[in-house]
């Protein structure tokens, strides 16, 4: 793991860090250096390719999944958490300890079952709102959109 230099919800117009670059903060939360995608805001969810381009989930998404530490647009970079505690943003409320799952919704999660939109390795921590900031637990998820 690289050392931070910079704030977790700096954006960057040029990237200060190699793609895919890993950090850890003090409480063992983990971030990714990723390249943004238009109307991203903080706390959406997003997928990522081997390039380290995001698109922001929806439902029957496919990949690793992370959620945005600032508005991380078009042509900007930034830090993503991929493990630990994370602010995110759920689509209805959520009740704490369950599964999480893509929506319609651009970026945010809900814990309501759909077939093939299970964001694997993503629980809600706490009781979250209808379009309000919700913590999740997170290590490494990912969207396969298959059904098991």
């Known amino acids: 793991m690289m050392r931070l230099t910079t704030p977790l919800t700096q954006l960057d117009t040029t990237a200060l860090y190699a793609l895919g670059s890993k950090v850890m903060d003090k409480s063992g939360n983990e971030y990714i250096y990723l390249l943004g995608v238009a109307s991203t805001v903080a706390g959406d969810a997003v997928t990522y390719n081997g390039a380290y ?30 493990r630990g505690l994370a602010t ?25 079952v759909v077939a093939g939109d299970l964001v694997a390795n993503a629980f809600a921590y706490a009781t979250g709102g209808t379009n309000a900031s919700c913590t999740f637990e997170i290590n490494y998820p990912f969207a396969t959109d298959t059904l098991s």
């Open 53 to 82: 381009a995001t698109t922001r989930l929806v439902a029957n998404g496919k990949g690793p999944v992370a959620i945005a530490m600032g508005a991380c647009v078009a042509s900007t970079y930034g830090w993503y958490q991929v």
């Open 88 to 112: 995110g943003i759920t689509l209805t409320a959520v009740v704490t300890g369950m599964p999480l799952y893509s929506t319609a919704t651009a970026g945010q999660l809900d814990d309501a």
